[in-house]
C-alpha cells in the first residue's frame, strides 16, 4: 500500500509560479511512474506529467499545454515528487493529484495508477 500526500497548492496571479510536493510512503518509490493530473470544475480528470526512473536514467513526460512551463522532478531519498509551475495561467486552475503507478504502464492513462493522493487546490487569477 503506497500513501500519497500532496501540498503547495494556493492561490497565485497569472504569470506566477507554484511547486506543488507528493510525498509518498514506501519503499519501493523509484520503481514506480509517479504521475500529476488535474481536475477542473465540470471537466475531467486530465494528465499533467509523470516521471519514471530505469536504473540511472530519469524519463519525463507533459502534456503539451505545460510544455516548458512545468517541469516534474523526483527526489528518491525523500520519496517526494514535485511539480514546478511556472508561467501559470488562468486555465491551469484545478485541483492537482498525485498519483503512483508500480506496473509502469502508460504513464497518460489515469485508470492505469493505483494509488492517488487527496489532491491540492491550485487557483490562478488573470
Known amino acids: 500500500q503506497v500513501q500519497l500526500v500532496e501540498s503547495g497548492g494556493g492561490l497565485v496571479q497569472a504569470g506566477g509560479s507554484l511547486r506543488l510536493s507528493c510525498a509518498a510512503s514506501?519503499?519501493?518509490?523509484?520503481?514506480?511512474?509517479m504521475g500529476w493530473f488535474r481536475q477542473a470544475p465540470g471537466k475531467e480528470r486530465e494528465f499533467v506529467a509523470a516521471?519514471?526512473?530505469?536504473?540511472?536514467?530519469?524519463?519525463?513526460y507533459y502534456t503539451d499545454s505545460v510544455k516548458g512551463r512545468f517541469t516534474i522532478s523526483g527526489d528518491n531519498a525523500k520519496s517526494t515528487v514535485y511539480l514546478q509551475m511556472n508561467s501559470l495561467k488562468p486555465e491551469d486552475t484545478a485541483v492537482y493529484y498525485c498519483a503512483a503507478d508500480p506496473a509502469q504502464s502508460r504513464y497518460g492513462v489515469s485508470h492505469e495508477y493505483d494509488y492517488w493522493g487527496q489532491g491540492t487546490q491550485v487557483t490562478v487569477s488573470s
Open positions: 516521471i519514471r526512473w530505469s536504473g540511472s536514467a530519469t524519463y519525463t
Open positions: 514506501g519503499r519501493t518509490f523509484s520503481r514506480y511512474t
